[in-house]
């Protein structure tokens, strides 16, 4: 025991503790989304069709490029007839969060260690705010997530890193 003690941060409280632990099952995660794209569909919802209400390409507009050009299917009253269902969750997609949670997981095992310098803090701090966002944004905005366990064990996570995070901004940081 001592010598896995020896890796862990040294603890003022518990909060480096849960930040490393999180971060060890965030590398795993990272390495899930490189490996298979299984655990990403249960979160994501796959059912997309074109975006019938986009203008037709002309010389200044191409609807393949807008960010809107697909639409999910439990967002519009899917009459597009023989309209076909594409899957958003792509290897490249997978591969792109699979990166975003390693530096999420590598900022939070250097902050685990290091929560008494203000700028650390401040940046993990962040990247529960951009998590609980970006998983918010999926669901309540653009659809592309269930809400379900796949999706609450994130909301859980940041929020609790960040209600933790700022209740004890003065217990960890120094001046």
């Known amino acids: 025991m001592d010598d896995l003690r020896a890796y862990l941060p040294p603890a003022k409280g518990y909060l480096p503790y849960y930040m490393f632990g ?3 099952l965030a590398v795993g995660n990272s390495l899930q989304n490189y490996l298979t794209l299984h655990y990403s569909r249960r979160l994501y919802n796959g059912q997309f069709v074109p975006n019938s209400s986009l203008p037709k390409k002309t010389a200044s507009f191409d609807p393949e490029d807008s960010t809107r050009k697909l639409v999910s299917t439990s967002a ?3 009459s597009s007839k023989g309209a076909r269902t594409q899957d958003q969750v792509t290897p490249l997609a997978a591969r792109l969060f699979g990166t975003y949670t390693l530096i999420s997981a590598i900022v939070r095992i250097y902050a685990s260690y290091n929560l008494h310098l203000a700028p650390v803090y401040n ?3 962040w990247t529960y ?3 609980l966002v970006h998983f918010g944004s999926e669901w309540a ?3 592309s997530a269930r809400l379900g366990a ?3 064990f994130p909301f859980f996570f940041a929020s609790v890193g960040i209600v933790w995070m700022v209740s004890q901004y003065n217990f960890y940081v120094e001046a």
Do not use: E, M
Request: aromatic fraction near 12%; glycine fraction near 0%; proline fraction near 6%.
């Open 123 to 125: 940046i993990a701090l």
């Open 150 to 152: 796949p999706i609450l």
């Open 22 to 24: 999180l971060s060890i």
């Open 141 to 143: 905005i653009y659809r």
């Open 129 to 131: 705010a951009v998590a």
């Open 76 to 78: 519009t009253t899917f």
